[in-house]
């Protein structure tokens, strides 16, 4: 059997371990509370509050919709014309062409290309969250942000960049399943030293202080048979006025960190309620099970390429003789956005139904639904959450149910329904 037929074995293969996994870690059968109880926990939410949410949302369509436009159309036209190889060959060029360079430096000039056309979008976006009052943020911080994660990215990136292009210089025939299980060891990698080398670059993480709510959070992680050392608090206020929490990392890594502006917008029964919801993501290792899908889809993409190297017009439009050579990066990039964009829904969909477990793993740990809908509630009220927003926009970006399906789904549980 040739190369690309044990492409296509291992590509099938690799998907169907991604279908069997997928199938048994993800709470597939978890349906929204009841939309009775959602139109009853909405008419509870006063209305002027639900408007500026709404006008909120509104406010930044034009600019995250405009970004992704002008961010698919950037990509395509650097991987679909001679573009992208012609700005490769060009940066390239002070080096006489050696690939090394074309690989690292030449790959990110392209990234980076399509970054900066997006940035007046983003800056179009910082003017909304300053208006409505999310963000806090100064523009001097706001770029200073911008430029750390445009050094992490080209930190992250360029390593990727090297990996990879070293893989197809060195072995052009067999990439595919070196590069495969490199990207996958990226993906667990990264899981594991993004709490610890990338979130200190954004934010200060420092243990909670001591009293009630710190005994109480350790005694409820106990209870529940996740031990934490410690809740770490984010200095977000920096930022933002919004209020978050999230676990992050995997094994030794792994940590519970609850936004300091959490600490001061919610009661600390409402912060019991959230950091539940937290250890019901620690307790069903949502963490490991996001990394292992993104792992095996990793694996899956990078296949997928090779294979879609084989396709001659492809390769003319972008005006380069193999996927694999680096003044192909644009082709790359443009086939991977629109990978990005058609997994979209299937991402958020599968993270709703994690979130909604979550959500239940913290309703069962508190036995106190009434506090979990306040909870709710107030997140909604503080980060200006669209409490029901519309379905098309719901099914291709949510990443959460919505504040109506997470109030409903307290109800119901409070009556003893689910
Ligand atoms: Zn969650």
Same mark, same amino acid.
């Given at each position: 059997?040739?190369?690309?037929?044990?492409?296509?074995?291992?590509?099938?293969?690799?998907?169907?371990?991604?279908?069997?996994?997928?199938?048994?870690?993800?709470?597939?059968?978890?349906?929204?509370?009841?939309?009775?109880?959602?139109?009853?926990?909405?008419?509870?939410?006063?209305? @002027?509050?639900?408007?500026?949410?709404?006008? #909120?949302?509104?406010?930044?369509?034009?600019?995250?919709?405009?970004?992704?436009?002008?961010?698919?159309?950037?990509?395509?036209?650097?991987?679909?014309?001679?573009?992208?190889?012609?700005?490769?060959?060009?940066?390239?060029?002070? #080096?006489?062409?050696?690939?090394?360079?074309? =690989?690292?430096?030449?790959?990110?000039?392209?990234?980076?290309?399509?970054?900066?056309?997006?940035?007046?979008?983003?800056?179009?976006?910082?003017?909304?969250?300053?208006?409505?009052?999310?963000?806090?943020?100064?523009?001097?911080?706001?770029?200073?942000?911008?430029? &750390?994660?445009?050094?992490?990215?080209?930190?992250?990136? *360029?390593?990727?960049?090297?990996? #990879?292009?070293?893989?197809?210089? #060195?072995?052009?025939?067999?990439?595919?399943?070196?590069?495969?299980?490199?990207?996958?060891?990226?993906?667990?990698?990264?899981?594991?030293?993004?709490?610890?080398?990338?979130?200190?670059?954004?934010? &200060?993480?420092?243990?909670?202080?001591?009293?009630?709510?710190?005994?109480?959070?350790?005694?409820?992680?106990?209870? @529940?048979?996740?031990?934490?050392? %410690?809740?770490?608090?984010?200095?977000?206020?920096?930022?933002?006025?919004?209020?978050?929490?999230?676990?992050?990392?995997?094994?030794?890594?792994?940590?519970?960190?609850?936004?300091?502006?959490?600490?001061?917008?919610?009661?600390?029964?409402?912060?019991?309620?959230?950091?539940?919801?937290?250890?019901?993501?620690? &307790?069903?290792?949502?963490?490991?099970?996001?990394?292992?899908?993104?792992?095996?889809?990793?694996?899956?993409?990078?296949?997928?390429?090779?294979?879609?190297?084989?396709?001659?017009?492809?390769?003319?439009?972008?005006?380069?003789?193999?996927? *694999?050579?680096?003044?192909?990066?644009?082709?790359?990039?443009?086939?991977?956005?629109?990978?990005?964009?058609?997994?979209?829904?299937?991402?958020?969909?599968?993270?709703?139904?994690?979130?909604?477990?979550?959500?239940?793993?913290?309703?069962?740990?508190?036995? %106190?639904?009434?506090?979990?809908?306040?909870?709710?509630?107030?997140?909604?009220?503080?980060?200006?959450? %669209?409490? %029901?927003?519309?379905?098309?926009?719901?099914?291709?970006? =949510?990443?959460?149910?919505?504040?109506?399906?997470?109030?409903?789904?307290?109800?119901?549980?409070?009556?003893?329904?689910?």
């Amino acid at each position: 059997m040739t190369s690309r037929g044990w492409a296509a074995c291992a590509l099938a293969a690799v998907l169907v371990v991604l279908a069997v996994f997928a199938a048994l870690s993800i709470p597939w059968h978890r349906p929204p509370a009841p939309r009775a109880d959602q139109l009853a926990a909405l008419r509870e939410l006063p209305a @002027d509050q639900v408007a500026r949410a709404r006008a #909120f949302h509104s406010a930044l369509r034009p600019g995250s919709y405009g970004a992704m436009a002008i961010g698919l159309a950037g990509a395509l036209l650097l991987g679909l014309t001679p573009l992208g190889a012609r700005l490769v060959s060009l940066v390239g060029r002070p #080096f006489a062409g050696n690939w090394l360079a074309e =690989a690292v430096l030449g790959g990110l000039a392209v990234v980076l290309v399509v970054e900066i056309v997006t940035l007046p979008f983003s800056a179009w976006g910082h003017t909304v969250v300053v208006r409505y009052g999310i963000s806090t943020q100064s523009w001097g911080a706001w770029a200073v942000d911008l430029l &750390k994660s445009y050094a992490v990215g080209a930190v992250i990136g *360029g390593l990727a960049l090297l990996g #990879f292009y070293a893989v197809v210089h #060195f072995a052009p025939r067999w990439w595919w399943a070196v590069g495969a299980l490199g990207a996958a060891a990226l993906v667990v990698l990264l899981s594991f030293v993004l709490p610890v080398l990338v979130e200190p670059v954004f934010n &200060k993480f420092t243990p909670m202080a001591g009293g009630p709510l710190r005994t109480e959070l350790i005694a409820l992680a106990a209870r @529940d048979g996740v031990p934490v050392r %410690d809740v770490l608090v984010a200095d977000a206020s920096r930022r933002t006025r919004a209020v978050n929490a999230y676990v992050s990392g995997l094994g030794p890594t792994r940590r519970i960190v609850v936004y300091d502006t959490m600490l001061t917008e919610a009661t600390p029964d409402e912060v019991v309620s959230v950091v539940a919801h937290e250890l019901g993501h620690a &307790k069903d290792n949502d963490v490991l099970t996001g990394t292992v899908i993104g792992a095996l889809g990793t694996a899956a993409a990078v296949i997928a390429l090779f294979l879609l190297g084989a396709w001659g017009g492809l390769l003319r439009l972008a005006g380069v003789g193999s996927i *694999g050579e680096p003044r192909g990066i644009g082709l790359l990039i443009a086939v991977a956005t629109l990978a990005g964009l058609a997994a979209g829904p299937a991402q958020a969909f599968v993270s709703r139904r994690i979130e909604a477990r979550a959500d239940e793993h913290a309703l069962v740990l508190t036995g %106190d639904p009434a506090t979990f809908e306040a909870m709710q509630r107030r997140l909604g009220t503080v980060n200006l959450s %669209d409490p %029901d927003p519309p379905t098309w926009e719901y099914l291709m970006s =949510a990443s959460h149910p919505s504040t109506a399906e997470r109030m409903a789904a307290a109800r119901a549980y409070g009556r003893g329904d689910r």
